[in-house]
């Protein structure tokens, strides 16, 4: 060949790798102290929105008020419990679809940074670990524990397979992912732990994709939440001072991009507290501070959304405080998923910095008052023990915990019989902290009162030799945070009369999702052996719909409020914390315009007749615990049945109720579907 043919092969070979797209990349950029997108200095704001809080048919819509609000990027947790109930059992379906999800938001131009755990927080249902983890009592979490490291290494396993391939440098919008999370507010401090995590991430992602810690500003959350290869992000939320903050970071990663995982733009709820909140202006100042810096902020939550069925979590902080079925965050979005005050303040100091998307913001979600309900008695829990407990119950000398007869979630009664007369009251009492978390005492089928984890753990009774008592123990949330995660719940001691212990236990693990899902309750409501004596209920109603499937809320008129739940004197129920209705709405179709039905999964779509407008309104302006919100895509026509568990949580969702939780309730008057100024609390 010749020099002259040398010459231009060599040429044209130039000239095609000119021509080349560059390969894409995201990266640390250590000399300048920025991010490098595809080489180009690159700075996100970031919101956070968790899909396993939001219905699939809302997810776009909230979606895109997100990019409409000038966000760049989202931050998404993977709870590992919601996709592996059982070891080795997973589902990805439904709303439970994090590959659909993650597509969604590449569809609307939205880049993502994901949060796989295998720990989350997130006030999550023990953090996101799986409850079943506790069938090995001694297992320690978070640890290189063989058994815990062999569990995760399973999960990563079936997660990171389906996260790869949407990775930035694989043509995804994945642009960074986090491992663990807020290690350093852990106990354990075990870098082992950290190591195994990172070299798992690696084997199954690639040595090009950006991994990531975040943690508090104290030096002691840093020193154990931190581990070279991993780059170090904080935490701080609006009040902080930015300089020091940052500071922080800076001591751990001295170059490099500054970034706020976790910026706080309200708090959580628990029950029995106000409604927490923080000011507009505030949330917006910080934000302005920190992008004048040039750092990348996520904003801890834009959109809250609601803990469906039994997934809220709880707090330790000197008492057990679980969270409320609300996890509306005080966000830009609120739970109904309505832009707020704060939304605007956010996107007006957004448009300081870069431009924003072009076009309106998409309004709040038309809302619609169905008007009064009339609730009437089904059916007393433990009348319908069969059907809550087909296989019956398991003996045992002494109380067993949830974890040991592998009921994860929800609702168990514990069986014995009074083992002589108590003619006199005798006390009934338990261990402390041993009743985890609920225990609604009956004797002879009649209430008697309440014990509590961290209250009454004693009530006087009398009875017969042979009288059934029965306890009714609930699981309000596994502790999300701190050194208690490991949170077995049940009775975790035996209860004793006159400090004599009981024995001869019969334990009735009540699976009350399945019941519902085999269509239970059916129209006949099942004999019952007493009427009208307050205790542990369902409850049944039914409105019409008159062609109208929008959002609603669920009002309880005067002090009706869940005399068991509430701490001290019974408030209104504009003050209650909430949650008293199990709602179940089930039709012959749903109507097929899903972005206005939230809970619209399942059956034969309808066409939407034409929507009258009686009483219309757009979002709720105050946000207070004012009962639930049904957001359910209610039938174009049809007689719906709405039923009420005296077990008070359970919410529905896809049409179906998530069996009952979070105390009982008593019900005086009628329920009313309005447009409540205030009702917020509790999405179903």
């Not at 000197?318 to 409320?324: N, R, S």
């Not at 050194?483 to 009981?502: E, H």
Request: charged share 15%; proline share 8%; aromatic share 10%.
């Amino acid at each position: 060949m010749g020099l002259r043919a040398l010459a231009l092969l060599l040429a044209a070979g130039l000239l095609h790798t000119q021509a080349s797209p560059p390969a894409r990349s995201f990266q640390l950029d250590y000399e300048e102290d920025c991010f490098r997108k595809d080489g180009a200095p690159f700075r996100y704001i970031s919101g956070s929105i968790h899909y396993a809080r939001v219905p699939r048919p809302a997810w776009r819509d909230r979606l895109l008020k997100m990019y409409m609000s000038g966000l760049s990027a989202v931050q998404v947790y993977v709870p590992w419990n919601y996709h592996e109930p059982l070891p080795g059992v997973y589902d990805f379906a439904g709303d439970r679809d994090v590959e659909a999800f993650l597509d969604l938001t590449a569809e609307l131009g939205l880049l993502v940074i994901l949060r796989p755990g295998p720990y989350i927080c997130a006030e999550w249902e023990m953090g996101g670990l799986p409850a079943w983890l506790l069938w090995k009592p001694d297992i320690i979490l978070r640890s290189s524990d063989p058994a815990y490291l062999a569990a995760v290494d399973s999960w990563l396993h079936v997660l990171l397979p389906k996260i790869k391939p949407r990775l930035y440098q694989h043509g995804g919008n994945i642009i960074s992912m986090q491992v663990e999370n807020e290690y350093g507010s852990y106990y354990a401090c075990d870098y082992g732990y950290l190591r195994h995590l990172l070299g798992s991430f690696r084997m199954l992602l690639g040595t090009e994709v950006l991994l990531f810690t975040t943690d508090g500003t104290r030096a002691q959350e840093l020193r154990c939440g931190t581990l070279q290869g991993l780059y170090a992000t904080i935490n701080f939320g609006p009040g902080s001072n930015v300089t020091e903050a940052f500071g922080a970071q800076r001591r751990v990663e001295p170059k490099g991009p500054l970034v706020n995982s976790e910026y706080y733009t309200g708090w959580l709820d628990y029950w029995g507290e106000a409604h927490a909140s923080t000011s507009s202006a505030r949330v917006a100042q910080g934000l302005e501070d920190m992008l004048q810096l040039g750092a990348s902020v996520n904003m801890y939550m834009f959109h809250g959304g609601t803990n469906f069925a039994y997934w809220s979590g709880a707090d330790f902080k000197d008492q057990y405080k679980p969270v409320t079925t609300s996890y509306d965050y005080d966000a830009p979005l609120s739970e109904a998923g309505d832009p707020t005050d704060k939304l605007f303040a956010i996107r007006t100091v957004i448009s300081k910095f870069q431009p924003l998307p072009v076009g309106p913001m998409p309004p709040a979600t038309p809302k619609y008052a169905y008007g009064r309900v009339a609730l009437r008695k089904y059916a007393d829990l433990l009348d319908v023990l069969d059907v809550l407990c087909p296989s019956g119950p398991i003996q045992s000398q002494f109380p067993l915990t949830f974890e040991a007869i592998k009921q994860a979630h929800g609702f168990v009664v514990y069986r014995t019989r009074l083992p002589r007369d108590v003619l006199d009251p005798a006390m009934l009492g338990a261990p402390p902290h041993s009743v985890c978390d609920r225990g609604y005492v009956m004797l002879q089928q009649e209430y008697q009162g309440t014990l509590e984890r961290d209250g009454q753990t004693t009530l006087r009774v009398t009875g017969r030799a042979g009288d059934t008592l029965d306890v009714l123990l609930e699981n309000m949330g596994r502790i999300s945070f701190g050194a208690n995660i490991s949170d077995f719940k049940g009775l975790l001691g035996n209860l004793s009369l006159d400090s004599s212990p009981l024995s001869n236990w019969l334990i009735y693990p009540l699976a009350i999702d399945t019941a519902i899902q085999q269509g239970w309750p059916h129209a006949a409501p099942p004999k019952s052996s007493r009427g009208g004596i307050a205790g542990p209920a369902f409850y049944t109603g039914t409105f019409e719909t008159p062609g109208i499937a929008w959002d609603t809320f669920v009002k309880f008129p005067g002090p009706a409020v869940d005399k068991w739940l509430q701490p001290g004197p019974v408030l209104a129920l504009s003050r209650a914390p909430a949650d008293p209705l199990c709602a179940r709405l089930s039709a012959a179709c749903w109507p097929s315009q899903q972005h206005h039905s939230a809970g619209a999964g399942g059956g034969t779509p309808c066409p939407l007749a034409a929507l009258p407008r009686p009483t219309p309104f757009q979002q709720d302006p105050h946000r207070q615990h004012r009962g639930h919100r049904i957001n359910t895509g209610l039938p174009t026509t049809s007689i719906t049945s709405c039923w009420g568990c005296g077990g008070g949580r359970g919410l529905m969702k896809h049409g179906g109720c998530r069996a009952p939780g979070k105390g009982h309730t008593s019900w005086h008057g009628l329920p009313e579907l309005l447009p409540s100024s205030g009702a917020r609390q509790g999405l179903c």
